[in-house]
């Protein structure tokens, strides 16, 4: 029974202690690069098909839809042209559906940091043309959420940890893959989010079985940089 709760006390300080954690990287992910004023930032929305991979097979689509920031800081660039870091922070709600009619839905607080390869496309002040892609890493944190097991269920809502009471992990990760065309201030382009983290929570997982998150957005940004 001791050990029982001391093991309890030690998996909710390490919950905290990611909470905080990704707290303050949030607080320095946003004063480091939003500091940068040399550099575009942009308003962006994101929509498009969410989904999650199972180790047997994959949910059915439902629809990812959020906004954000996001700034592109030369490391090796000029004039639009060049090799970028562009970090953004975002609001998303993404989900999937079940058979049966359950659904699941998820709203995410996600820090991303790809590298961008930039041919002309973060100048807006230049009226010519651009392109850009790039692939780095995203994490997200759950701020909420619902489900349902089958269409004729109430939505109840999420519980995000690591114990068998709770129905998700509280953070997700993986790789991000995007590209896109520009024109002056407008870029329109695509996002591919790929999870690599098992979002199962921990006691509750057995032998292999996992749930991979994946979201294939598209984006349409816009530089609000005087």
Sequence with gaps: MVCTEILRTLLLLKINYMKFL???????????????????????????????????????LSFAYGAGLEKYIPLAASKGTGIYINPSLTILKTGYETSGGGEVAVNYIVLSAPLILSINSVNYKNSAAGIYGGLGAFIGYAVSGKFRVLSTDNFKKMNFGKTTADNREQFDAGAVLKFGYSIKRLQMGAEWNIGLANVIPSDRRTGSNYIKSRNFLFTVAYAISK
């Design 22 to 60: 990704f707290s303050v990287l949030s607080l320095l992910f946003i004063t480091a690069s939003f500091s940068q004023k040399k550099s575009p930032t942009y308003l962006k929305a994101h929509f498009g098909p969410s989904n999650v991979k199972t180790e047997s097979s994959k949910g059915n």
